[in-house]
Nanobody, 114 residues
Framework: QVQLVESGGGLVQPGGSLRLSCAVS???????LGWSRQAPGKQRELVAQ???????NYADSVKGRFTISRDNAKNTVYLQMNSLKPEDTAVYYC?????????WGQGTQVTVSS
């Protein structure tokens, strides 16, 4: 069973930045990995995805502000979030496999508020 553990969430002011990390319990070199989020009362949505060849794709709402990356040596995927907005507030989940994913982490809360 693959395990994914997120970290890096927290409270940040609008315009601020956060970097989320997701440690995966197995090698990720050939895996599709991604981040999704779920706000209260809303469905979970894809935020960003990175394929094994490092091709990336993003939700329109985060393009130009968020960057997904991976470190295969560390079995870790990252989400750098800049210019955060209150509407980015959600629980963020990392996943492995093509969307909607085969395995999920437990989630990390991101709150954007002044």
């Amino acid at each position: 069973q693959v395990q994914l553990v997120e970290s890096g969430g927290g409270l940040v002011q609008p315009g601020g930045s956060l970097r989320l990390s997701c440690a995966v319990s197995r090698g990720i070199r050939f895996s599709t990995l991604g981040w999704s989020r779920q706000a209260p009362g809303k469905q979970r949505e894809l935020v960003a995805q990175i394929l094994s060849g490092d091709t990336t794709n993003y939700a329109d709402s985060v393009k130009g502000r968020f960057t997904i990356s991976r470190d295969n040596a560390k079995n870790t995927v990252y989400l750098q979030m800049n210019s955060l907005k209150p509407e980015d507030t959600a629980v963020y989940y990392c996943y492995s496999g093509s969307w909607p994913g085969d395995h999920w982490g437990q989630g990390t809360q991101v709150t954007v508020s002044s």
